[in-house]
């Protein structure tokens, strides 16, 4: 989880076959879980694969870890992950994010990946 909180970019790998590569995406920790929110939606995009497909998986380093993606519905649980996105990502370039975040459709995003 260190490693995790640590870095600005985790790999997400989404589905169980290999159709999809890992891509960047912003994630952070909240009581030693870790989430991530979709910033596109794109129909073929990982947050819209894992939807079809839960299974997944994430890198960190050179590490490689099988996951499962799990829709977060606790609106206690995504403002935390709120707050965990402002504080992580605080400089001025990553605001416009930060605030992209908060918006409904992107909250309504919020993956928590569970390993498997």
């Known amino acids: 989880m260190r490693a995790i909180d640590e870095s600005q970019i985790l790999g997400v790998r989404a589905g169980s076959g290999t159709a999809h590569r890992f891509i960047g995406v912003w ?4 009581q030693g879980r870790v989430f ?17 497909d839960p299974r997944g998986a994430i890198q960190i380093r050179e590490r490689t870890v ?3 993606a799990v829709p977060v519905r606790s609106e206690r649980l995504r403002d935390a992950v709120e707050r965990a996105y402002a504080n992580k990502y605080p400089t001025p370039g990553s605001r416009k994010y930060v605030r992209g975040f908060r918006t409904k459709r992107r909250r309504d995003t919020t993956t928590e990946f569970v390993r498997r």
């Open 36 to 52: 991530a929110r979709s910033w596109t939606l794109k129909s073929r995009g990982w947050y819209r694969t894992f939807l079809d």
């Open 66 to 68: 099988r996951v499962r």
């Open 27 to 30: 994630a952070v920790v909240v």
